[in-house]
């Protein structure tokens, strides 16, 4: 096994080297074509993965409490949705992965989000990464209370005085959004992975988006319906700018007029997305 998977990952960098002179050209098109540019930074990670000295440092804090969690296997936490597996699975296996969850703090960072809000904390891994953007408020959400409590040391180790809070989102949203008298400068959706809920939650963060706040909604590939809540949310007239990047959509808020919309998918691979009728294949939005 060891063997096999030493040699995916020889073949995964092989792959990444010759493909990045054309991900390196595709960034860069886009860029000169007026993408915004806070985006260059976080983007360009997918082509050539270097960090800076404080950067690495920022993630390898997470990534060894990531370690600690991972060696839980026998203490166990039930989603809201009723599934259960252990602390160690839900740290390796369901949490953001260190490349996507590195993405999240460089366009937190990069942003200069100041109040963040993040609408699934799990076992509080993407919650660390985006706390560790030095944000002033940092609010993540968790409808299990098992998680929730992990999540709340884990992110507590980035910054003390980050609300982790218990509810369902639906719940908890009305209650929380008008309390950020700040306004929202960076929303991270990542939990309940249907097309009317996303749209919901988006509608009940939106009157508290200021101008150039960053939104992102994971797993926009998740499923077709999922695509389809992307495609509507992609031409959201207030967004400025929307991307898909595959696995994760963002849209920069503040414009008047129908975003531009930037198709990055060249940078993280285009996933499959599940079809009801039982076929597999891309369904892209139109335009």
Not at 87 to 107: C, D, H, M, N, W
Not at 178 to 198: N, S
Not at 240 to 258: A, F, K, P
Request: charged share 25%; aromatic share 6%; with cysteine.
């Amino acid at each position: 096994m060891r063997a096999r998977e030493t040699l995916k990952a020889v073949h995964s960098a092989a792959e990444r080297t010759v493909r990045r002179p054309h991900r390196s050209m595709v960034l860069s098109a886009a860029l000169r074509a007026g993408m915004p540019g806070l985006l260059e930074k976080p983007l360009r990670f997918y082509v050539w993965p270097r960090l800076d000295q404080e950067d690495r440092r920022r993630v390898e804090l997470v990534e060894r409490r990531r370690s600690e969690l991972g060696a839980q296997t026998v203490r166990e936490a039930r989603t809201a949705m009723g599934r259960e597996f252990t602390i160690g699975r839900f740290a390796q296996e369901t949490s953001a992965s260190p490349e996507k969850a590195t993405v999240l703090y460089l366009l937190a960072k990069e942003s200069r989000a100041q109040t963040i809000i993040e609408l699934g904390s799990c076992v509080g891994i993407s919650g660390s990464y985006l706390a560790s953007a030095n944000p002033q408020r940092m609010v993540s959400i968790e409808g299990s209370p098992e998680l929730s409590a992990v999540a709340s040391e884990s992110i507590r180790q980035v910054k003390p005085d980050a609300e982790v809070l218990t509810g369902s989102f639906s719940d908890v949203l009305p209650t929380v959004v008008p309390q950020l008298t700040d306004g929202i400068d960076f929303a991270w959706i990542d939990g309940h992975h249907e097309k009317e809920p996303t749209l919901r939650y988006f509608d009940a963060l939106r009157p508290a988006l200021n101008s150039g706040a960053v939104v992102l909604f994971d797993d926009i590939s998740w499923s077709v319906d999922m695509r389809s809540a992307w495609a509507q949310l992609a031409d959201t007239e207030g967004f400025s700018d929307t991307v898909d990047l595959g696995w994760m959509g963002l849209g920069i808020w503040g414009g008047e007029i129908r975003p531009r919309r930037w198709d990055m998918t060249a940078l993280t691979g285009r996933p499959k997305v599940a079809d009801p009728a039982g076929r597999d294949g891309w369904r892209t939005h139109s335009g």
